[in-house]
């Protein structure tokens, strides 16, 4: 089984980066596709983007296309989410969530919610204008 801590939220302002980490322990992050969600306040959770575990296969959602980039280094167990031109309607809880692939479909990944097995805590993000 997988934990996942993500980290690197904060407050910034609008037009502001950052950069978030999501670190797996408890066994490698090999063979897990992993993906990043996030939840604002009185929301529901929703897909941010997704990347296989061989990094070859990733998707984004429309909102967060040409301003996030999801990336990883397995040998570090570690997922990236890097957010450039921020704005305020992108403040919420960020999660990353990792699930095992099968050797079938090895860069298969998952834009649900309900289709992730583990689940990190969760990290602020906050842009004020």
């Known amino acids: 089984q997988v934990q996942l801590v993500e980290s690197g939220g904060g407050l910034v302002q609008a037009g502001g980066s950052l950069r978030l980490s999501c670190a797996a322990s408890g066994r490698t992050f090999e063979g897990y596709a992993t993906g990043w969600f996030r939840q604002a306040p009185e929301k529901e959770r929703e897909f941010v983007a997704a990347?296989?575990?061989?990094?070859?296969?990733?998707d984004y959602a429309d909102s967060m296309k040409g301003r996030f980039t999801v990336s990883r280094d397995n040998a570090k167990n570690t997922v990236y989410l890097q957010m450039n031109s921020l704005k305020p309607e992108d403040t919420a809880v960020y999660y990353c969530a990792a699930n095992l692939v099968t050797a079938q479909r090895p860069d298969f990944i998952w834009k649900s919610t309900d289709e992730y097995d583990y689940w990190g805590q969760g990290t602020q993000v906050t842009v004020s204008s």
């Open positions: 990347i296989s575990w061989s990094g070859t296969n990733i």
